[in-house]
């Protein structure tokens, strides 16, 4: 069993900042492609990046391209992203997940393990 932990959220002013963090516990997470995603009040969530297992490629929804940087540290169990320049319209509720295969592709990522999510609020 694998248990996802988000933290980093909270209230920040448009064009502030914020750093998520995604502790695994459980399973080991290093063999496995990691991603963030979110889901606003009303809407569908959302894809929003992912990273191989070996941080060699990453991939980013492109609303977020060259705001959003996805990293992880996997001796660590953790898997991060860096938001800067937040909008209002990105106020969402930020979960990581799990891919469900072992050393796969990004053009693949699927997940099977989800966090309960870290609340991200972007007033204006």
């Known amino acids: 069993q694998v248990q996802l932990v988000e933290s980093g959220g909270g209230l920040v002013q448009a064009g502030g900042s914020l750093r998520l963090s995604c502790a695994a516990s459980?399973?080991?997470?290093?063999?496995?492609?990691m991603g963030w995603f979110r889901q606003a009040p009303g809407k569908e969530r959302e894809f929003v990046a992912a990273?191989?297992?070996?941080?060699?490629?990453?991939n980013y929804a492109d609303s977020v391209k060259g705001r959003f940087t996805i990293s992880r540290v996997n001796a660590k169990g953790t898997v991060y992203l860096q938001m800067n320049s937040l909008k209002p319209e990105e106020t969402a509720l930020y979960y990581c997940a799990r891919d469900r295969a072992s050393y796969g592709a990004l053009r693949l990522f699927a997940p099977d393990y989800w966090g309960q999510g870290t609340q991200v609020t972007v007033s204006s």
């Open positions: 459980g399973r080991t997470l290093s063999n496995y492609a």
């Open positions: 990273i191989t297992w070996n941080s060699v490629s990453t």
